[in-house]
Structures are given as C-alpha cells and as structure tokens.
C-alpha cells in the first residue's frame, strides 16, 4: 500500500514524550515551542502493526504475556537475514524492554564498581548517565571532526583501551547523533584493539535500519568470527517502526557463556523478562510485514535531508548540514551564529521558538551544534526552519 507521511496527525494530548505539554515545559521551561527532537518519528505506524495491535486490543484481556515462541523469533531472525544478510540463531536473541536498561545490566553484571567505560562522544547521552548511575567511570574517546566528516581516533581509543580498568566499550552503530554509518574497515580496525585488551563490546545499533541510499550497515559482531565472543548487539524495532513507546528490544549474544550471564542477570536479578501483550504482536508484524513501509518511509526521510540541505543552502548559508548516512536526525553546525551553547539555546526557545537536542547534551564535541529530527511531515519540517530563519534574520537587523 502507499503511505501518506506528509499527514499532519496532532499528537497533543497524547501522553507523547515529544509533545506533551507538561513534558515541554519540564524540558524546555515553556509549551510555546514547535518540537523537533526527541527520536521517534510524527508518522502512523505500518499498517500491518496497528492491524496486530487492534486485533490484540479486541480480545480485551491483557494479561501477563509470554513472547518465547518460534513465529517471535523467527520474525526477529528473518528480518536480520532479509534485511542485513546476517544469520542468527533464534537462542542467541535475549527479550529487553529497551537497549539502555539492556546496557544498565551489562555494565553490573560484566564490570566492577570503579571500572571504566569507553564512549565516543559527542553521543547518545543517556549513555553517560548511565556509566556514571552504576558507579563506573566514563571514558571518552571523542570522534574527530574535520572536512565536515566524523571519524574515529584510533590512537586515543588504543591508549585507553591499553588501561586495566577499561572493561567495556559502548559502540553506537549508526552513530546518534553524527548521523555516521561506520565502514567495515573502522569497525574492525576497532574489533582488533578491543580483542588484543580483552574489552567487551556492547554496539548499539539501533538506528541499523535507517540508512540512506550509498551506505551499508555492518553489524559489528558479523565482521569476524572472533568478535562473536566479545561483543553484545542491541537492535529493536523501536525506531524502525515508530514503536518505542511498546518497549520492546533483542540483544543478541552469540558467545553462550555471555549469554547465560546476561540472561540470568536481566531475568532473574532485575525481573524484566516479560514484555507487554502489544509490543509481541507488534514486533511479529513489524519484522514480517513491515519492509514496504520502511522502505518508503526512508524514501521520505531522504527527500527530508535533501530538502534541509536545499533549504540550508538557499536561506541560512552560513548553518552546516553534517552529512547524513544514517538515521533520521539532521546534524547542524550553528557555530558561525557566534552564541554560546546556553546563548543559542534561549535564542532556539524564546526567539525561533522550537525545541530541538542542543549539541551539547551529547558531550564534549557537541558544542555549537543542534539536532534536529526529520522524520516528520515536510510541512513541519519547513515551518520549523522559516521561524528559525526569521529568528535569525530578525536578530542580524
């Protein structure tokens, strides 16, 4: 079927994370503002998923639910083979809520208070938090940014890693918010340092649907048999499908021994084994049936891109699109503005009145630069860049 994804569904009043009233103000400190940020996308889910959701809804009893059967995994697999080219075996794939309650287990079940944790800033920023909530110290290996193109330090990232106290490096792959699809090369590159210092490597990938035509996603524990036994994949059809609020996602775990640990600690020490009756159904039907909507779905994120570059270029020359690979999430270097981060972050609220993630909550590398999510109706998308726009041009008079 074709998708309508320049429909403009009002989603206040909704209880939704990114435009809750309430919510605005907690984050923002005002409700007056077009939200451009939180990653989840202001379109209708596959058909086929909400067709799945109905029909559970109808049946009226909700009870406690069990997810362990072969049509599940089989959905989970078949889209890993169909879609990346990757053979998993369905025992390889453990049930979590989400990929960050999945990496709060992993760090106190595979390190010791004290260790320390690689990032990579600037980066998906719970992921400091959450080193930092479980006693675990945060290590940054900062990607290096030059020709408006990120990459990784090898040499910092090795030096780092060489210390006794590095136990796990979080990979985030695509990266959020660079919009990086990191090569094959990269990642092994990456692979061998951390199977020479004995580094467990636990890669979110997320975002591994949401790529843009000329890239190829690599999953990093397919690049090499060795890397099977040190590494952890977090997927989930969350951002695939616009069904993160269902909590929902797979880590998947070759090596048995690290399966078997990080199972009994995430089932039996913090009991979140049991998934809710909707998000099974939903996953069943996302995986199986969902290919021709992401496809289009992508197809309109893409013409989003090309729009705010060409929208960029015509009326705010002197903003810098860092070049998207992958995701949904626009990249922009607003350091020629000549604001601070807190500067330009009032400027966004109280002048263009929009609210995006200001670059620096993802960390040091962040400053002077917004992310802006483009999985939204064109018109949307126009009407937030006119106001910062005018904003712009009415504080250069």
């Known amino acids: ?22 919510l605005l103000e907690e984050f923002f400190g005002t409700t007056d ?26 049946e009226g009893i909700y009870g406690y639910s069990w997810h362990k059967t072969a049509e599940y ?15 998993i075996d369905n025992d390889w794939i453990v049930f979590s809520p989400g990929i960050v309650p999945a990496i709060n287990v992993i760090l106190r079940t595979f390190s010791i208070p004290g260790d320390k944790i690689i990032v990579q800033s600037p980066v998906y920023y719970p992921f400091f938090s959450i080193i930092q909530n479980n006693g675990r110290q945060v290590v940054n290996n900062q990607l290096i940014y030059e020709n408006k193109k990120y990459s990784f330090d090898f040499d ?8 006794p106290l590095t136990k796990i490096f979080i990979l985030c792959s695509p990266h959020n918010p660079v919009g990086r699809v990191w090569t094959k090369n990269e990642l092994t590159k990456l692979g061998e340092i951390c199977l020479e210092n004995d580094i467990l490597v636990v890669s979110d990938e997320i975002h591994h649907d949401l790529i843009l035509k000329g890239y190829k996603h ?17 997927t ?17 775990i070759s090596n048995e021994k690290l399966r078997e640990r990080f199972t009994n600690a995430i089932s039996g020490q913090n009991s979140l084994s049991l998934p809710n009756a909707f998000s099974i159904v939903a996953t069943i039907a996302a995986y199986s049936e969902g290919d021709e909507w992401l496809d289009q779905v992508m197809d309109y994120v893409e013409d989003n891109f090309r729009f705010l570059k060409g929208y960029l270029e015509e009326y ?3 903003i810098e699109m860092v070049k998207p690979e992958g995701t949904y999430l626009a990249w922009l270097d607003f350091s020629t503005l000549g604001m601070t981060d807190d500067e330009r972050k009032d400027f966004m609220l109280t002048k263009a009145k929009v609210a995006l993630d200001s670059g620096i909550m993802f960390g ?6 917004e992310r802006i999510n483009v999985a939204c109706p064109r018109i949307i998308l126009e009407e937030c860049m006119n106001w910062i726009y005018k904003a712009i041009k009415s504080e250069k008079e």
């Open 218 to 234: 690599t999953i990093f524990s397919d690049i090499k048999e060795e890397f099977k036994d040190i590494s952890i994949i977090g």
């Open 33 to 58: 503002v077009l939200p451009l940020w939180v990653a989840d996308m202001d379109f209708k889910c596959p058909q086929p998923v909400i067709d799945a959701v109905k029909k559970k809804a109808d």
């Open 73 to 87: 995994f089989d959905s989970i697999s078949g889209w890993m083979k169909r879609r990346h080219n990757w053979e």
């Open 236 to 252: 989930a059809p969350s951002k695939t499908f616009n069904i993160a609020g269902l909590k929902n996602s797979s880590i998947i």
């Open 156 to 163: 910092d990232f090795e030096e780092k890693a060489k210390d």
């Open 1 to 22: 079927m074709k998708y309508d994804f320049d429909k403009v569904i009002d989603r206040t009043n909704t209880h939704s994370v990114k435009w809750d009233k309430s």
């Open 316 to 318: 705010l020359p002197d």
């Open 364 to 369: 040091s590398g962040g400053e002077g630069f």
